[in-house]
């Protein structure tokens, strides 16, 4: 099975309005130490092949869930959580993931393709157990697999 977790990543940290933003703090499982807001965590949920479909199983083609957890907090003037930095942010990883066509990144054993991102759902805010730190989940459904035909 092909991991395109971590072309997803450097399609949403390169992106120029994230960046922007978060200053290329974007990375996988978790942040890293020292790390304040704004910054983007991505983690995957879930992988599974095309259930019922012999031929995306074959092709190892399959279905990846991600949970891009945004943290764009800022603070006030007055030292209140501003939120709608929050969303902001999370809006430009939806748009940093959005209308691409196909995605090709390297793999030990060839070339893994991205097929196509989709976003799935936004959260509300939340707020970090940790922290206290404002976040938005976007959850984003990547279909990908291995380069099976020739271009």
Known sequence: MVDPTGRLIVLIRDNASVTSVTAGKVRGTERLKGWEPPFVIVRRVTSNPWIGDPRTE????????????????????????????????????SDSVNNHGILTFPLSAGTGVIFRIQEDSTTPALRDPATGEPFVVVTLTVLAGTQVLAA
Do not use: H, K, N, S
């Open 58 to 93: 074959t092709a190892d083609v399959g279905t990846f869930r991600y949970d891009a957890l945004c943290y764009g907090q800022r603070i006030t003037a007055d030292e209140r959580v501003d939120d709608a930095a929050t969303f902001r942010l999370a809006g430009l990883v």
